[in-house]
């Protein structure tokens, strides 16, 4: 039996506190909680683990993955370098919350083969974090930035977001230009987003943050006015929100968009894996019990079927800036996407949404601007 390249997505749902617009699954935990945790990541690893797979990334996610002890971290990595193959030139990834990193930390992290950092930042102005309930400052980013440059970590990707309450565009790209300044290989580059359930969201309907949130078309100014900076500081932007220095693209996501299997581990966390889409509990309590019993904590399992997956292929492929591969759809569902596309697919291009560049099918600038509009026409009737 041949490999299986797979990647690998690690749950840590611990934070120090609740940020103000956050749904993610995380909570603060107390240590002897993040231990236990980690010991049932570990079961969980052994349990799924199979040194057929070869695992061509890992990213380890959160919550703030940097708050274990960097010794449960290391046992948690050796975990998986033991239960499957990991590949040398893997992209492993950890992110990282400003001001929860030490050097011993990162030094821990680098001598354990991590690669790659995602720090949270969000804003380079303290009123701004403030408001969205972050636990750092600009200067406690800062100081984490450069200990990991010290570590030797030479892949760093910093996380903004636009569209923040009282925003405006030149605060905005002054927190760009703030962070490119120190020569970072990428940043991802989000739309605040107001989830159901989170401080922000409760404050928006009770009317006192609306006035303050820029309307869309200021939204949609940010967006462009952002990434043709970014653009013209030699990043590309090989995703919507995301800018990569030559041949710093983030391959886990890069792997996520284009369709490839991925296994998720930890709490709530979810997989792509043989044809279904599933995910593991999200009570602690179960996960805790019953991690090393894989079919026990896993729920909600959907398969996917040939036209769902066509969708996903054409939705996600859609978010890439080089957008779907029609050749290669052609070949992994053996019929033509014009086929399956064909109607959608000239109608957008008529109103000048869509573009052909060789093989690939692409949103252009105008399309960008309402993707998902678009991309919901990619949704096929039935199952
Ligand atoms: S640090 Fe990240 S995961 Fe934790 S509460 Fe804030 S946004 Fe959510």
Not at 271 to 278: E, L, V
Request: include cysteine; hydrophobic fraction near 35%.
């Amino acid at each position: 039996m041949s490999d299986r390249d797979i990647e690998l997505y690690l749950h840590i749902p611990f934070c120090i506190r609740k940020c103000a617009y956050c749904d993610f699954l995380s909570f603060s935990g107390e240590r002897k909680t993040q231990e236990a945790y980690s010991n049932a990541l570990i079961r969980e690893i052994q349990a799924v683990g199979n040194r057929e797979y070869s695992v061509s990334s890992i990213y380890i996610g959160g919550g703030t993955p940097s708050i274990l002890q960097e010794d449960s971290m290391v046992a948690i990595l050796d975990a998986i370098r033991n239960n499957f193959k990991v590949l040398s030139w893997a992209e492993i990834s950890i992110e990282c919350n400003p001001g929860t990193v030490t050097a011993q930390k990162l030094h821990a992290y680098h001598q354990a083969g991590m690669n790659r950092i995602s720090f949270g930042l969000q804003s380079a102005h303290n009123h701004e974090l403030e408001k969205l309930g972050r636990i750092h400052t600009w200067e406690m980013f800062l100081e984490s930035y450069q200990l990991a440059r010290k570590e030797g970590f030479s892949n760093i990707n910093v996380d903004i977001m636009s569209g923040l309450p009282g925003q405006t565009r030149e605060e905005y790209l002054d927190t760009l230009r703030k962070v490119i300044r120190l020569n970072l290989e990428h940043v991802s580059a989000y739309s605040l987003i107001l989830e159901e359930g989170t401080p922000f969201y409760q404050m928006y309907y009770n009317t006192e943050l609306n006035q303050e949130l820029p309307d869309e078309e200021e939204e949609r100014r940010m967006y462009w006015h952002g990434r043709k900076f970014l653009e013209e500081q030699g990043f590309s932007c090989y995703e919507i929100s995301n800018y990569a220095r030559p041949s710093k693209e983030c391959r886990h996501n890069l792997g996520y968009w284009t369709g490839k299997e991925y296994l998720g581990i930890g709490l709530g966390a979810s997989s792509y894996f043989n044809g279904k889409r599933f995910h593991n509990t999200d009570s602690m309590k179960e996960y805790l019990q019953m991690s090393d019993k894989p079919d026990r904590i896993r729920i909600e399992e959907e398969i996917v079927t040939k036209k769902r997956a066509m969708e996903e292929v054409a939705f996600l492929g859609l978010r890439l800036t080089k957008g779907i591969d029609m050749m290669d759809f052609e070949k992994r569902f053996e019929c033509r996407f014009q086929d399956v596309y064909g109607d959608v697919m000239k109608r957008f291009l008529s109103m000048g949404f869509l573009a052909i560049n060789g093989p690939y099918l692409c949103l252009t600038e105008k399309g960008i601007d309402v993707s998902n509009q678009i991309m919901a026409e990619f949704l096929l009737d039935g199952e």
